[in-house]
């Protein structure tokens, strides 16, 4: 870092980070529960109804995700019970932790708004790839990795909101990028240690870059994510772009053709769109 206000912010980040004084969001409430009730041995699908109908417009979006093409269903359904007992609790959970996410990334401020709105719109943009990588590539539940694709860059919010003490950094496109390039993966990890998160999730925020990783076994949550990430910014001008897929073991863990981007195929962009839709409504 040359820059002495990128070096100066970074380190005070860092410092904190390391002493646990770094502020970090907090998920909201209701995602909370309803992952504390899941979790449980002896949970009921009344018992997650009770809690997802205290949000009504959260109420109203689970009953729209149990009615979207994204679970393909025949009969409409018109309650939240409904809706659990179609996608099933552990679902659920997941869809229901995505949701309340975009609460997450709405701006204090203006000089943040745009930001903010953009990062959202790129990890619904992954949640969608993933979630069509993992249903037609894996064996790992869609919904799971769809869940990753929102969280994967979660570590940008605490960046962008301490950002906004330091005037300097903020007017400077390039300069935040780079803090925020260098630093969300290693703040995803905490938030989501802090939160909680199962170790595959956590894996997500922290090495979602690490594009040389290899490991025994099927393709996992974080190769479906790293593939998505890159595959997101296919034909732009953001750096991730200019990496040649064919170095990345995660596409051939997925046993996909690297000179073809599926979001360029027809049926999966279509797809693809239906979900991103679903969660950016």
């Excluded at 309650?79 to 659990?84: C, L, P």
Aim: contains cysteine; proline residues 5%.
């Amino acid at each position: 870092m040359n820059n002495p206000i990128e070096q100066r912010f970074y380190d005070e980040l860092i410092g904190e980070l390391e002493r646990g004084a770094l502020v970090l969001p907090t998920l909201p409430e209701v995602a909370l529960r309803v992952r504390h009730v899941v979790d449980r041995e002896d949970s009921s699908v009344s018992d997650i109804a009770d809690i997802v109908n205290t949000d009504p417009a959260l109420s109203a979006r689970l009953i729209q995700v149990a009615n979207s093409p994204l679970m393909r269903g025949v009969i409409h359904i018109d309650s939240v019970q409904v809706a659990i007992m179609r996608m099933g609790q552990k679902m659920v959970r997941d869809i229901v932790t995505g949701l309340v996410m975009q609460q997450m990334f709405q701006a204090t401020s203006e000089a943040t708004d745009t930001r903010l709105h953009a990062i959202w719109q790129h990890s619904t943009l992954v949640a969608a790839i993933s979630h069509y990588l993992a249903q037609q590539h894996t064996a790992v539940p869609p919904d799971q990795a769809m869940l990753a694709g929102l969280i994967h860059d979660i570590g940008a919010l605490p960046i962008l909101t301490r950002a906004e003490e330091v005037p300097e950094l903020l007017d400077d496109e390039r300069l935040l990028d780079q803090v925020i390039r260098s630093l969300h993966c290693r703040i995803g990890e905490r938030i989501l240690t802090t939160w909680h998160f199962p170790h595959e999730m956590i894996a997500v925020a922290a090495g979602h870059e690490s594009h040389q990783r290899r490991h025994d076994g099927p393709p996992d949550l974080l190769d479906i994510v790293i593939v998505a990430n890159l595959q997101s910014y296919a034909g732009t001008d953001h750096p991730l772009a200019e990496v040649d897929w064919g170095t990345v073991p995660a596409f051939a863990r997925l046993g996909l053709d690297t000179e073809i981007g599926v979001i360029d195929m027809d049926e999966s962009a279509e797809q693809i769109k239906e979900v991103q839709k679903t969660l950016m409504s």
